[in-house]
């Protein structure tokens, strides 16, 4: 089955300053890599997400690439603010018509004002 | 519209009882599932329904935990028996049934805790 590594596990940046967080995947068939966002005590939401056959997007200050080649994909975050801090967790959805996703262990992201 | 509910928002029970789960997805949501969020952990796959078929049992961590769903909408997970370790965040979260998106919305989430 699909396998997710996400790092770092915590990340500490200055507002204003970049943050970027970094997940591998082990299924070479996987096609789909959103990125969830978590508050403390609330549900995850969903902030970006990438199909396999693009190499990267843009929403705002939000930014993901994949490297389907490497099998890797990266969250950025740029001009950083302090509701950005929270949990952050990377998933792969499998090919083939899966429909489970596969998370990462998440990144605490703590943005200091 | 409404979005994922989910209740009850919290559940303190003794080690022993049996507990239920409740999972309203969001309206014309063929696709279900069931994860488990330990403190301070990411979100671990338990159940995926399709309809009210469950192709994918893999993840429940043991035969104390089973799950239906009925009508193509409402799920229920039952753990028997609850153990001290099962206390967790139980998200439940639907997608429409289409691979090529998997967009899943989360629910709030339920709160358990094993005495």
């Known amino acids: 089955g699909e396998n997710v590594e996400q790092h770092p596990s915590t990340l500490s940046v200055q507002e204003g300053d970049s943050a970027v967080i970094k997940c591998t995947y082990s299924?070479?068939?996987?096609?789909?890599f959103p990125w969830y966002k978590q508050e403390l005590g609330k549900r995850p939401q969903l902030i970006i997400d990438?199909?396999?056959?693009?190499g990267e997007k843009k929403d705002q200050r939000i930014a993901v690439t994949l490297n389907k080649t490497a099998k890797h994909f990266s969250l950025h975050i740029t001009e950083t603010q302090p509701e950005d801090s929270a949990v952050y967790f990377c998933a792969a959805l499998s090919g083939a018509g899966s429909y489970q996703l596969t998370f990462g262990k998440g990144t605490k992201l703590s943005v200091i004002p | 519209g409404a979005g994922v509910s989910q209740s009850p928002s919290n559940k303190v029970t003794e080690k022993g009882k049996d507990v239920e789960l409740r999972c309203d997805p969001i309206?014309?949501?063929?696709?279900l599932y069931w994860y488990r969020q330990s403190l301070g952990q990411g979100l671990e796959f338990l159940i995926y329904f399709q309809g009210n078929s469950a192709p994918d049992k893999s993840g429940l961590p043991s035969d104390r935990f089973s799950a239906e769903r009925t009508g193509g909408s409402v799920s229920t997970l039952t753990i028997q028996r609850t153990q001290q370790e099962d206390s967790a965040v139980y998200l439940c979260?639907?997608?429409?049934?289409?691979?090529?998106?998997?967009?899943?919305?989360f629910g709030p989430g339920t709160r358990l805790t094993v005495l």
């Open positions: 309206s014309g949501h063929t696709a």
């Open positions: 979260a639907s997608s429409l049934a289409s691979s090529s998106r998997g967009e899943q919305f």
């Open positions: 299924d070479s068939a996987s096609n789909y």
């Open positions: 990438i199909r396999s056959n693009v």
